[in-house]
C-alpha cells in the first residue's frame, strides 16, 4: 500500500519528468494576495504569474501544496471530525502551465497519472466539462473515455473565475465511482451530494478575462491550473472511504489514542479525528510565522487549537496534549515540509503554553455553560448575553460554544450575541472618548474597531501584497489620496515594521498591481490605534491610490538589514554591559536606526578606556560566533524565570516574543546557562549574529542622572568609520613622521610637551600679575578699609583658573588682609580671598557675591578664605571694587 509520503512522490516526480519545475510550498499566509486570510488552494503562489505580472525561469511547475480553510470566507473548521473529507489543513497536488501547454497535454497528464502512475481502473472513473467545452469532450474522448462517461456541467461548478473580474476559464473534473453499494448520483444529477461520485482532481484551463461589463476575451497566454486533494486521492488507492483512515491521519489519531490512553476507533473516535486534524493546522500555521492572538490570522488560529484542546479534554486529558503530538506529525510529513522540524521547539513550546492557559479556564467556562443550560427547557437555545460572557470572560470563540453544545443537540442565539459584542464596543468607544486622546486620533480607534489588528508579515519577508482598508488625510477618512499628496494607508497586512521598542519605523514602496508606474514611497510606519493598527505614512508619486486597492508592498531592504543589525547588536551590548559592569545595569532607552544605534542605561559614572574596551570587544566576539538568532513565544512570567531581560517603557501582555542569541562562552553574565543573551522583543532581528557584521562603540556620556548613554555604530557604519579612522591615523602619523605604531608614544610625548608649555605660560602669566606687569593690569595697590588690607585688581590676558593661586600669592605677601581679583578675558571671573585670621569677620564669598552682582552675573561660591564666581561685564568692575570695599567696611 503507498504511502501519502510516496503518493505525494510519485505526483511530483511524473511532473518532474515532463518538464514541470518542483516548486516548494508556499507559507501558509499569502503574501501575493491580500483578500485570502490563508493559502487555499495551490494557485495562490502563482496568481501573478497567470496575470502576467511575474515571469519566472520555468513556465511549468507542480507543487503540493499546504492549504488552510479554517477563516473568512473558506471555512470547514465546524465540519472537521463529523465528516469524512473535511478538513482544516489539507495538502494539494497541482501542475501548472504558464502560457505553455494547453488543453491537449494537460487532459493526456492528467489521465496518465491516474490510470498508469496510480493504476486507478479507468471504468470506475467519469469525467465533467463546461457544457460548452466541446474541445475538451473531444480531447477526453481521444484519451479513452467513453462519450456516457463524459458529462456536460452547464453551472459554475465547472466554471473558474478569480473574481467577478480577471483570469477565468472552463474547468474539467474526474470523479471515482465507489460503487453502487454507497448512495448517490454522478455529477449533474439529482444525487451528485452523495459519497458515491468523489472529485479526485479539477483542471482549469484559464483562457479568458472576464470585464466588468460582463463581456469576455481570450488570454493572450492561456494557462493551466490544476488541483488533487492528496488526502482524498490517497484514500482511494488505500482503499478508504475516509479520509482519516489513511496511513499519516490514521498514525496522528494513533498517537492521540496512546496518550490518552483511549481507544481510537471507540466512542472517543471523533474526538480524535478533531485532534488529528488540527495538529496539522495548528502546527503548520505556527511554523510560518502565526502566533496565536485576538485579533485575525492570530485569533483563527487560537479557534483551532483551543477546539483541539477542549476535544483532548472530553478525551478525559488532565495534561497538556497537543505538544506531546508534534514529533508524531514531525515523522511523518517533516521530510516533505523541512519547516516542521525548523520551528518543532516553537511549535512545541506555543502549544503546550496556549493549552496551560486554557485548561485553567476551561473548566470554569464548561461550568458556567452546563449551569445555563440548567435553567432552559431543552429545545431552548442558549442565549446569546451567556455565549457572550462565556467569550468575554473565558476566552470561548462562539463557534467554540457551539461545538459543545452540538453535541447536546443545541444551538446558540447568535442574534443575541452580537447584540451582546455591539453594546461592549459601545461601552469600550465611549470610555476611549473620554480618555483625553488627540481628537484626530478618533480615526484610529474607529479603524481598528472595524477592521482588527494589521497583520504583520515582516518577521519572514519584506515584500507582500496588501489590500488597502482606509485612506487617512489631516485626521479623517478619504476615498483616494492623489499623486502629489501625503497621507497614510491603512492596511489589511504588511511587512512594514511600525516604530515601537526603540526600533524606528520602516520605510519602502506602495505599487499598485495593476500598474506598476502608479504608486507611493512609504516614508514611516508608526502603530497607531493601540498599536494594532500599522498607519503607513505615505506620499504618492503617480496615479491614485484607493480604498480597496490591491497593492505590491516592498520594504527598503538595505534600510531594514541595518535597523536589524543594529537592533540584534543592542541586545548584545546590553548583556556586555551587565557582564562588564553589574546586574544594576538596565535599559533606561534605545534607538535602532539605520544608521546607529543608541542605548540608555542605568549607571552612575562614566566608563572608562578600559570598561569600553572590554564591552566592544565581547560583542564582536558573540558577533563573530555567527550562531542563529532565535525566538520563542512565552509568557513574561516563564521568559523572565529564564532570565529574560524586558525593554524599558514596553507593556506587554499574556504573550510575549523572547529573542535568544549567542552561545555563552563564560565571558558573559549568561542568562539561562547556555544563551547568552535572552530578552522580551517584538522587533525585527538578523537570521545568525554574523549577520552584524562589525561592531564599533563611539563612547558613552551622561543621558541623566544616573543613566549612562552608549552610542554605536554596526555593518557598513562601522567599517566605514573604520576605515575614516584609519586615514586620520595615517595623516597624523605622516605629519609627526612615524609609524602608525610608534604614532601613540608620539602623541604621548607631544601632549607631556604641551602640558609643560601650558604649565609654564601660566606661571610665567602669574609672575607677570603680581609684577603689575600684565597686559592693561589696573589696581593692585594695597589699601586700609576699617582697618583691613584690601588689594583690589582687574587683570587681563588671564583666566578664571589662574585667579585662586595669585590670590594666594597676594595673601602671603599682605600676611593679613582679603583680595579681589577680576580676570577680564572672553569669560569674566571673580574670585575673593581673605586670610584665615580675618574670616570670622569678611567671607570671601560675601565679597564674590556683592562684586559679581553689580557685573551682571548671579551667585558664586565657595570657603569664607576663597569663593569665586563668574560675570558678564567687565567695565562695572570700578562698582564691583566699591561694593566689595562696602562688604568690609561692614
Not at 470547514?76 to 501548472?96: P, S
Not at 511549535?347 to 443550560?373: A, N, P, S
Not at 549577520?691 to 543621558?703: E, H, P, R, T
Not at 576699617?786 to 587683570?795: I, P
Amino acid at each position: 500500500m503507498a504511502s501519502l509520503n510516496d503518493i505525494r512522490s510519485t505526483f511530483l516526480n511524473y511532473f518532474e519528468k515532463q518538464g514541470h519545475q518542483i516548486v516548494a510550498s508556499s507559507p501558509l499566509v499569502p503574501r501575493n494576495d491580500p483578500t485570502l486570510m490563508f493559502v487555499n488552494s495551490g494557485m495562490v503562489q502563482f496568481k501573478n504569474c497567470f496575470t502576467g505580472v511575474e515571469k519566472r525561469d520555468y513556465v511549468r511547475a507542480t507543487t503540493a501544496q499546504k492549504c488552510v480553510r479554517a477563516g473568512g470566507k473558506h471555512n470547514d473548521l465546524d465540519n472537521v471530525g463529523y465528516t469524512a473529507r473535511h478538513h482544516t489543513f489539507f495538502e494539494m497536488l497541482g501542475n501548472f502551465s504558464f502560457g505553455d501547454y494547453f488543453k491537449t497535454e494537460a487532459i493526456p497528464f492528467a489521465w496518465e497519472v491516474v490510470t498508469k502512475e496510480f493504476g486507478i481502473d479507468p471504468s470506475r472513473l467519469l469525467t465533467t466539462v463546461y457544457h460548452t467545452d466541446d474541445e475538451a469532450f473531444e480531447i477526453w474522448k481521444k484519451v479513452g473515455v467513453p462519450e456516457d462517461r463524459i458529462i456536460r456541467i452547464a453551472t459554475s461548478d465547472n466554471f473558474w473565475q478569480m473574481g467577478p473580474t480577471g483570469p477565468c476559464g472552463p474547468c474539467t473534473e474526474i470523479f471515482y465511482d465507489h460503487g453502487d453499494h454507497i448512495w448517490g448520483g454522478p455529477p449533474g444529477s439529482p444525487e451528485e451530494d452523495g459519497d458515491r461520485f468523489i472529485e479526485i482532481w479539477n483542471v482549469v484551463f484559464m483562457q479568458n478575462e472576464q470585464f466588468e461589463d460582463g463581456s469576455m476575451k481570450a488570454l493572450d497566454m492561456q494557462s493551466i491550473d490544476t488541483g488533487m486533494g492528496l488526502e482524498r486521492i490517497g484514500a482511494l488507492l488505500q482503499g478508504k472511504h475516509d479520509n482519516y483512515d489513511t496511513d499519516l491521519m490514521r498514525s496522528l489519531i494513533e498517537a492521540s489514542a496512546h496518550a490518552t490512553s483511549v481507544d481510537p476507533d471507540g466512542p472517543g473516535k471523533m474526538h480524535h479525528r478533531v485532534i488529528a486534524d488540527h495538529l496539522r493546522s495548528t502546527s503548520f500555521l505556527i511554523a510560518d510565522g502565526v502566533m496565536p492572538s485576538n485579533d485575525g490570522r492570530g485569533y483563527v488560529l487560537r479557534r483551532i487549537m483551543r477546539r483541539a484542546m477542549r476535544h483532548a479534554h472530553l478525551l478525559g486529558a488532565t495534561d497538556p496534549l497537543m505538544h506531546k503530538l508534534v514529533p508524531a506529525l514531525v515523522r511523518q510529513m517533516g521530510g516533505a515540509y523541512p519547516e516542521l522540524q525548523r520551528g518543532q521547539a516553537l511549535i512545541e513550546e506555543t502549544l503546550m503554553l496556549e493549552e496551560t492557559r486554557f485548561k485553567q479556564t476551561l473548566d470554569r467556562g464548561l461550568k458556567l455553560l452546563d449551569d445555563e443550560l440548567a435553567g432552559l427547557p431543552e429545545d431552548a437555545a442558549l442565549p446569546g448575553e451567556a455565549a457572550f460572557k462565556l467569550y468575554d470572560t473565558y476566552g470561548f470563540p462562539l463557534d467554540l460554544t457551539q461545538d459543545a453544545l452540538r453535541e447536546k443537540g443545541r444551538s446558540v442565539d447568535t442574534d443575541g450575541f452580537d447584540a451582546a459584542m455591539a453594546e461592549q464596543k459601545a461601552k469600550a468607544r465611549a470610555a476611549w472618548q473620554g480618555s483625553g486622546e488627540a481628537a484626530d486620533s478618533a480615526v484610529w480607534f474607529e479603524l481598528a474597531e472595524k477592521h482588527g489588528a494589521t497583520d504583520f508579515l515582516g518577521y519572514d519577508t519584506e515584500t507582500a501584497e496588501g489590500q488597502v482598508l482606509a485612506l487617512v488625510r489631516d485626521g479623517a477618512e478619504v476615498a483616494e489620496l492623489k499623486a502629489g499628496e501625503t497621507g497614510v494607508v491603512v492596511l489589511n497586512q504588511t511587512p512594514f515594521y511600525g516604530e515601537s521598542g526603540g526600533q524606528v519605523g520602516d520605510t519602502g514602496w506602495l505599487r499598485r498591481l495593476e500598474n506598476e508606474d502608479e504608486g507611493a514611497d512609504v516614508t514611516d510606519t508608526q502603530k497607531m490605534g493601540g498599536g494594532k493598527i500599522f498607519a503607513h505614512a505615505v506620499s504618492v508619486t503617480n496615479g491614485t491610490i484607493k480604498k480597496g486597492d490591491a497593492l505590491g508592498l516592498e520594504v527598503d531592504h538595505k534600510r531594514r538589514s541595518a535597523i536589524r543589525a543594529n537592533h540584534s547588536a543592542t541586545h548584545l551590548l546590553h548583556e556586555a554591559l551587565r557582564g562588564a559592569l553589574g546586574d544594576h545595569v538596565a535599559q533606561r532607552g534605545s534607538l535602532n536606526a539605520p544608521d546607529r544605534l543608541r542605548f540608555d542605561f542605568s549607571h552612575g559614572k562614566a566608563l572608562s578606556a578600559e570598561e569600553l574596551q572590554r564591552v566592544e570587544d565581547e560583542v564582536n566576539t558573540y558577533v563573530r560566533q555567527n550562531t542563529p538568532v532565535s525566538t520563542r513565544i512565552m509568557t513574561p512570567d516563564d521568559a523572565r524565570a529564564i532570565g529574560a531581560q524586558a525593554l524599558f517603557g514596553e507593556k506587554y501582555g499574556d504573550e510575549v516574543r523572547v529573542v535568544s542569541m549567542g552561545r555563552q562562552t563564560g565571558s558573559g553574565k549568561g542568562n539561562d546557562g547556555q544563551t547568552y543573551s535572552i530578552e522580551l522583543c517584538g522587533g525585527t532581528h538578523v537570521a545568525a549574529t554574523g549577520d552584524i557584521g562589525a561592531f564599533v562603540l563611539l563612547g558613552d556620556s551622561a543621558s541623566s542622572a544616573g543613566v549612562r548613554r552608549i552610542e554605536a555604530l554596526t555593518g557598513p557604519g562601522a567599517e566605514a568609520y573604520l576605515r575614516a579612522q584609519r586615514a586620520v591615523v595615517a595623516t597624523l602619523a605622516s605629519e609627526l613622521k612615524t609609524t602608525p605604531d610608534q604614532m601613540v608614544e608620539r602623541i604621548k610625548s607631544e601632549l607631556t610637551k604641551v602640558k609643560d608649555l601650558t604649565n609654564e605660560v601660566a606661571t610665567l602669566r602669574r609672575q607677570l600679575a603680581m609684577a603689575g606687569g600684565a597686559q592693561d593690569a589696573t589696581g593692585g595697590e594695597t589699601r586700609e578699609i576699617d582697618g583691613v588690607k584690601f588689594v583690589a585688581q582687574v587683570l587681563k590676558g588671564v583666566t578664571g583658573k589662574d585667579l585662586p593661586p595669585l590670590i594666594d600669592e597676594h595673601k602671603a605677601r599682605i600676611g593679613s588682609g582679603a583680595v579681589l581679583l577680576i580676570a577680564d578675558g572672553d569669560k569674566v571671573a571673580v574670585a575673593a580671598g581673605v586670610t584665615d585670621d580675618l574670616t570670622g569677620r569678611v567671607s570671601a564669598v560675601d565679597l564674590v557675591k556683592a562684586a559679581v552682582a553689580e557685573m551682571g552675573g548671579k551667585g558664586g561660591g565657595g570657603r569664607p578664605d576663597m569663593a569665586q564666581g563668574g560675570a558678564k561685564d567687565a567695565s562695572a568692575a570700578d562698582a564691583a571694587i566699591k561694593a566689595a570695599e562696602a562688604v568690609i567696611a561692614g
